[in-house]
Each structure stands twice: as C-alpha cells, then as structure tokens.
C-alpha cells in the first residue's frame, strides 16, 4: 500500500506523519505470571481535525491459536487475518506530540505522548522520534486503586518494508524492565476497517 502524508497534517506533526492510518497485525506476549500467548493488535492513529498532535488507539485481542501459531515473518496484515480474536486483552487511547518549543537535535525530534487504559492506568511519555522509528519511556505512570501495579514501560518501534515492527518492555510485579510483548503491524485501507 502506498502512503502519502495527509493533506490537512499540521507542520508539527510532520516527523510522526509515518504513523498516520490504520494498521493491523499480530504478536506474542509473555510475562512473569502470564503464560506466552498469542494476540491480534489494531491500532490507529489520526490527525484528530488538523490538530498539533495525533490521536491513537490500540486495542488487543487474544488469539484463540497458541503462541506457536504468530510468525513475525509473515506481513501484520496477512497474520491477522490468519488468526481469530479471543477475550479483549488491552484498550489504550491518547495522544502523541513533537515537543512543543524544541528544536530537534540529529534529526531526532523530541516526543511526548499521553495515555489511559480501561485497565485503570494513565501514563505520560517521553522519548525521540528520528525518520521511521521511535523510542518511548514513562515518565510519569498513575493509576486507579485496583489497578495492577507498573513501574515502568519502553516501547521501541520501527517500520521495516512498510510494516510498523515494535516492542514494548516492562517493569511490573517486583521484576526488572523486560520485554512483555512484541509484533508486527501492516497499514489497512481505511475504507476496509
């Protein structure tokens, strides 16, 4: 699918314009007390009415496959449309922001984001977006009384062949920062959704 960056994306957004659209695809996650798991991801990011910022959501569904079963070999798209949505694993919605007011150094620009879970989780982001990969850490995690206890996350994202490839790393339950799950995700035809 060929990508061009849309036409109302504010100047600001410029360096993220990469991420805009819908994208699908599958990985694996595992984690101190969760067994290696299969899932199905979809995750979209918009411009949000020309705004100096982007608008995301991502939601992720258990397969019903084992593990076994998620080649990161094979495009998001066409693993996703291999395997079947089991229980709704994650929710997560926010927003993603070049830092406002600062110049980017190297080609690396300055990241922001914000994010809520209906899992009970608010967090801020901090990190550097440079061409087609970014890095983001927590800076700032909150959460609802019976909300599980994190101590901190690191993505690490990329696109290679026009797949968006990324890693998410955390440190939850008394363990160090570690990886939880990775995958591979392929931009949709919006009109497909």
Known sequence: MTFAIPADLAPENYPMAWLVGAWRGAGVLEYEGIEATGYVHELHIDNDAAGPYLRLRSDIWLTTEPPEQVDNEVAG????AAL???QLW?????????SPGKKPSD?????EGMTASGAGHA???AGVIRGPQLRFV??????????TGIDGEQIIAGLVDSDLFYRVDMAAFGQEMRSYFAGRLSRIETSSE
Not at 77 to 80: F, I, L, Q, V
Request: glycine share 12%.
């Open 77 to 80: 798209g066409r693993m996703y």
């Open 84 to 86: 079947t949505k089991g």
């Open 90 to 98: 994650s929710s997560t919605t926010g927003y993603l922001r070049t």
């Open 107 to 111: 080609g690396q620009y300055p990241l």
């Open 123 to 125: 967090i801020t982001w």
């Open 138 to 147: 927590t800076d700032l995690i909150a959460t609802t009384p019976t909300a």
